[in-house]
């Protein structure tokens, strides 16, 4: 099964407008109930108070009715949308934190946490895409995950304490390997709207369910109980007060999750296998799930919330052919396994054991999905039908092949909060040819002896990895710059700035590195991408200009003779299906470039995915990637908001493999 970025994003668009028929359905459902109690509720009174059948509630039920429902509909769209805003500004992380989410950091992280790390860098370098903050749910020992987050540069995957402690790597990375498919398929922004959008008919019986867990002494270090440390009656009978009350508006939520989520379940499970090209490992993480005590189960009493999100059904509805969010693990399990003989292996201490030996003897560095020798070479095939999101066999293999040579001290600097902008340092003062001592003169004035020694010994690290390893580097750095307060990230902002004036000149990579400041770590930049989602989507003829300048820059940058440049303008030109004007010989700077990127962002899905087929072609016209070619098209795709693995020197054309 084939999976198409553009198409599914597409997809999960069209979800969202039947998401808010549901709710419109769901809401009024309650409106009519909570009429109907309370028209019960007033005859009944009036059957042993007979003085109050002279009252206006009797002689106006019908205005007292439309008051009723009026106010109940008014407090679910409130609520609503104070949820939902609540989400814009926290995101993912808000989530994560949410059902008791712990961040990790590759400082201070056991080995199993660390192998968690590594997986998910792995992931996000293959997919092309910022790499996620990682959290875990150190609470919950069933076998779960979950990815959430308003958009790919912006996503957060956390996994539960249980998942790190049962499952191997090959399954680790199977459920990680679903979560980044939540990721690129677009799932995450309409799970996230899906809380927003439930949490106005669901919140009286969420409010019981929390109730009721803190009361009944789950949770004994956030809820004091009594001082024998027995449970909080009156809690508990006031948590089930509300969450019987508030079960028809659960029932409806949990409708709509189950209608919305259950296919895409699916989807992302086909789309794990074509990331990690091994089909065992997620199903194994599936058959560990069944042959588990906890299985997937989530203790928070959160987790009903979120239940939609997560890897395996972390909530069991009373209805579960109804009302589970998940298909079941049985008929999952056989879609990836057709000869699984429908039995589950227990899940004992002594596997975990196992599993923790394991991980601590597995190496510390990168190891990018798995051994090269397993992974086999990959089919040519025509790089104008690749894709973004996609990880053949032999792109993993390439990848570790090359960043196997890169020196550990650069992947930890880059997965350290305190060390990640002296990592951006370091790359822009190898830039710097002829202003080197200024530029170590300005970081010594302006960021202290410490900062100065290490953006000097970064330096070094990065002249022995080669430029091929700056963009995977930068992608590993951007949730820790992310994660920089105002202040701080302020001060970095203006000495990255202030590094690449320095020389009055700006090299293609340092317009990259603040392009991806500008586009994926401003405070801004939900904002931005709102604000362009909200322009209207043209077509690629009303932007064939622009599109022409994008193209001539990949044809001619670099050292290569005008015959071959025509011939890329040419052939890329093909694949518009729009006229384009020849500019392959005009001279293309950068200030081009970006104006052209600026005209570009308000294309179609369709024409951007075209756009982006025709620069692949492009530049696999003579066969090689240079590392200006790479890091160009790189950029082209932070600006038009699509995941792009980076690009590396020499990469064979077979082993392009991001267009559909």
């Known amino acids: ?231 909080f009656v009156p809690g508990i009978f006031l948590g089930g007060l509300l969450l019987t009350l508030g079960s028809l508006g659960t029932f409806f939520g949990d409708v709509i999750k189950a209608s919305v989520c259950r296919q895409r379940e699916y989807l992302a499970d086909a789309s794990a296998i074509e990331f990690t090209r091994n089909p065992d490992g997620l199903a194994g993480a599936l058959k560990k799930i069944g042959g588990f005590v906890s299985g997937a189960a989530l203790r928070t009493p959160n987790a009903a919330v979120a239940s939609h999100m997560f890897f395996g059904q972390g909530v069991q509805p009373l209805f579960r052919d109804l009302l589970s969010t998940h298909p079941p693990l049985a008929e999952r399990i056989r879609r990836i396994d057709p000869t699984w003989a429908g039995a589950f292996e227990e899940v004992n201490w002594a596997l975990r054991a196992v599993v923790a030996q394991r991980a601590t003897l597995e190496q510390t560095g990168i190891a990018f999905l798995s051994d090269p020798e397993i992974l086999g070479s990959a089919v040519a095939e025509d790089p104008a039908k690749r894709m973004p999101g996609r990880l053949e066999q032999s792109y993993a293999a390439y990848k570790h092949r090359l960043l196997s040579g890169v020196p550990e001290e650069l992947f930890h600097a880059a997965r350290i909060g305190s060390s990640a902008p002296a990592l951006v340092y370091a790359m822009l003062f190898f830039e710097q040819k002829d202003t080197r001592d200024a530029c170590l003169d300005l970081l010594l004035q302006r960021c202290g002896v410490r900062v100065y020694d290490q953006v000097q010994t970064l330096a070094s690290l990065l002249n022995q990895a080669g430029p091929c390893a700056r963009l995977p580097l930068l992608d590993m750095s951007i949730p820790h710059l992310r994660n920089l307060d105002s202040e701080q990230f302020g001060t970095f902002r203006e000495l990255v700035r202030a590094l690449i004036r320095l020389d009055r000149k700006m090299t293609l990579f340092e317009w990259v590195v603040w392009n991806v400041i500008e586009y994926q770590l401003r405070r801004d930049g939900l904002q931005e991408f709102d604000k362009q989602g909200d322009q209207e989507r043209q077509p690629l003829g009303e932007k064939a200009d622009s599109c022409a300048v994008l193209l001539a820059a990949l044809a001619t940058f670099g050292e290569r003779d005008m015959s071959m440049s025509r011939r890329m303008f040419e052939r890329a030109a093909g694949v518009m299906r729009v006229v384009l004007p020849e500019m392959w010989r005009s001279g293309i700077s950068l200030i081009d470039v970006d104006s052209a990127l600026h005209e570009v962002a308000t294309l179609t899905d369709k024409a951007r995915k075209r756009l982006l087929a025709a620069c692949v072609v492009c530049i696999c016209e003579n066969n090689e990637v240079s590392v200006a070619e790479g890091e160009l098209l790189r950029c082209i795709a932070v600006r038009l908001d699509c995941p792009m693995p980076p690009l590396l020197p020499g990469q064979p054309v077979d082993q392009i493999n991001f267009f559909m």
């Open 1 to 231: 099964m084939t999976v198409d970025f553009f198409e599914n994003q597409d997809k999960a668009r069209r979800i969202t407008g039947s998401l808010l028929f549901y709710f419109i359905l769901g809401m009024l459902g309650i409106a009519l109930l909570l009429c109907l109690v309370s028209a019960l509720c007033t005859y009944v009174v009036l059957a042993f108070i007979p003085g109050l059948w002279h009252s206006w509630v009797v002689r106006n039920p019908w205005p007292f009715l439309g008051i009723l429902s009026g106010t109940s509909i008014l407090f679910i769209l409130l609520c609503s949308r104070w949820k939902m805003l609540q989400l814009r500004k926290g995101g993912g992380q808000a989530i994560a934190e949410m059902l008791g989410g712990r961040l990790l950091q590759l400082s201070v992280g056991s080995v199993l946490e660390t192998r968690l790390l590594h997986v998910v860098d792995e992931m996000a370098i293959a997919a092309g895409i910022p790499v996620p903050f990682v959290y875990v749910l150190p609470r919950e020992k069933g076998i779960n995950a979950f990815a959430a987050g308003y958009e790919p540069h912006y996503a957060v995957i956390g996994v539960t304490q249980g998942s790190l402690e049962n499952l191997d790597r090959d399954e680790l990375q199977g459920i990680v390997g679903h979560e980044f498919s939540h990721i690129l398929n677009g799932d995450m922004r309409l799970n996230l709207q899906l809380i927003g959008w439930l949490h106005g008919i669901t919140l009286i019986g969420q409010s019981g369910r929390w109730l009721l867990y803190k009361s009944a002494g789950f949770d004994r270090k956030e809820f004091p109980l009594n001082e024998e440390g027995n449970a």
